[in-house]
């Protein structure tokens, strides 16, 4: 697991629309988002909101990058209207690396449970939310990145619906 205060090496990820984007970026920070499954009813809520507040993101010089430990077919699925770099990593070859686990408490936490339904509640799909074949044990995880590498601040959730808020995020950023 990482802290406040160590370095990341320096990599360039492929996004599941085929561009590509390095991590820590130049000039700017890093929010290396860990997210769970493709269609994650949780994840795509909280997803929608960072979208709709892509503006104050970008003006804090803060670029997105979102983890799924999906195959990057399945994530095409929903990409469309994301505005920011999504990659696949079904290996989970990077949340091994930046210790991102997944556990029982993931799912069975209240507040996940409550999250599930509000996203459920705004899904065009249930597929989505089922997603057979994928693991839905997975934690989230939030990174922020200096552009020299160094995690500024991380969270590791303890359950599905754990991350930073945009305004988390921002107050981050601005200190």
Not at 13 to 30: I, M, N
Request: proline share 5%.
């Amino acid at each position: 697991m990482f802290t406040a205060g160590d370095k990341v090496k320096a990599r360039t990820l492929r996004t599941v629309t085929d561009t590509h984007v390095s991590v820590p970026a130049p000039e700017r920070l890093v929010h290396l988002q860990f997210r769970r499954f493709a269609g994650c009813p949780i994840c795509n809520l909280h997803l929608r909101d960072v979208a709709r507040r892509r503006d104050e993101i970008e003006n804090a010089g803060v670029t997105e990058v979102v983890l799924f430990h999906s195959a990057a077919d399945r994530l095409r699925q929903y990409v469309a209207d994301v505005p920011f770099a999504m990659v696949a990593d079904p290996e989970r070859k990077l949340y091994k690396e930046f210790g991102v686990e997944s556990s029982l408490r993931s799912v069975l936490h209240l507040g996940a449970v409550r999250a599930a339904v509000r996203g459920i509640r705004h899904s065009t799909s249930v597929v989505g939310a089922l997603a057979p074949g994928e693991d839905h044990l997975g934690n989230p995880a939030d990174f922020l990145i200096e552009p020299d590498g160094t995690i500024r601040a991380c969270k590791y959730g303890i359950h599905a619906d754990d991350q930073w808020s945009v305004d988390e995020l921002l107050k981050l950023a601005a200190t």
